[in-house]
């Protein structure tokens, strides 16, 4: 046997696997076990009686000497610590325990960790166990602290966002290098000048050609004017009329409603943190595959003029 009196089970210790010892008249046993000498181990050890309470589990024995009966439909309750369980002949009693569990009753701002009552400890504090942990955070060098990877936000640990250095772009939670046009990549939001990534490397997309480190659209002449004789439109074409300019081909570049500041006719791009002027903000374009200064209004930049019209 386990060293116990006749017709009682010793309270394991999940540590070494041997009944649990104790001091007498202390009460250093866990709920439902009491400390008794025993003649086979030579010591003092926590022992309990298990009655009719299923396996590992020891009954809250009365007066009367016999284990104590109780409701599960919220009839007589059992004593702080007990739980009312379904004992091996179907009649509801009261227990506790188990190999490796102690049961205290602890006040609201406590856990019970392994027979003792710790406090519940806020993020940042000192700690001995995860479970005093609140928040979402772990013990960890004694101090309550985030997991990998998450932050604490008004004491609730939430998922870390993610901060890519200005020469990289965040793409699925991964920070990916921009790269100019010609060079490997991976996916097109690293292209830099407005750039694709197509098998593997970033190219111009159809209907535009490479200039420089950027890719434009193709333009068709549609006055041999100089360009300097009438006001610059859009597209780099002249306004003989001084009408408004067509501004179809923007269409893309930012949200609807908002336009894209032109440099000598195209869109200026703001990767690689280049800072877009006041008026407009730095705005990722799905369709272009990269990031544009796109105006808070429909107002852009023509040539160093203020315009306002709407994208048709």
């Known amino acids: ?4 009196p006749s017709r009682q089970v010793a309270f394991i210790d999940v540590a070494t696997e041997k009944p649990q010892v104790c001091t007498s008249g202390s009460l250093s046993c866990p709920l439902g076990y ?3 000498f025993s003649q086979q181990n030579k010591q003092f050890q926590c022992c309990g009686i298990p009655s009719d309470c299923p396996n590992s ?4 024995v009365g007066i009367s000497g016999e284990h104590q009966r109780c409701s599960m439909n919220g009839g007589q309750a059992c004593l702080d610590g007990y739980t009312c369980v379904k004992g091996k002949n179907n009649e509801e009693i009261c227990c506790a325990g188990g190999k490796g569990t102690i049961v205290l009753a602890c006040q609201p701002a406590e856990v019970s960790v392994d027979g003792a009552c710790l406090p519940l400890q806020h993020i940042g504090t000192s700690c ?18 985030c997991p990998l990877g998450m932050v604490e936000d008004k004491q609730r640990c939430i998922a870390a966002k993610k901060e890519c250095a200005t020469n990289q772009v965040l793409f699925n939670d ?18 830099r000048g407005g750039g694709e990534c197509e098998d593997g490397v970033c190219t ?16 068709t002449a549609t006055s041999t004017a100089s360009s300097t004789s009438y006001r610059p439109t859009v597209d780099g074409s002249t306004d003989r009329d001084g009408q408004a300019p067509n501004t179809k081909f923007l269409s893309g570049f930012c949200p609807s409603s908002r336009l894209p500041l032109l440099v000598n006719g195209t869109a200026e791009s703001c990767t690689g943190g280049k800072q877009c002027p006041s008026g407009y903000m730095c705005t990722f374009s799905k369709s272009k595959r990269n990031y544009f200064c796109c105006s808070k209004s429909s107002q852009a930049v023509l040539e160093g003029e203020c315009s306002l019209f709407r994208i048709k």
């Open 1 to 4: 046997g386990d060293g116990c």
């Open 34 to 36: 009491f400390c008794q």
């Open 57 to 60: 589990m020891v009954a809250f």
């Open 128 to 145: 001995q166990h995860s479970s005093q942990c609140l928040g979402g955070s772990l013990c960890a060098d004694s101090t309550c602290r």
């Open 174 to 191: 991964e920070c990916l290098p921009l790269v100019s046009l010609g060079r490997a990549c991976v996916h097109s939001v690293q292209c």
């Open 204 to 219: 111009c997309p159809p209907d535009t050609v490479r200039k420089l480190e950027r890719c434009e659209r193709i333009k």
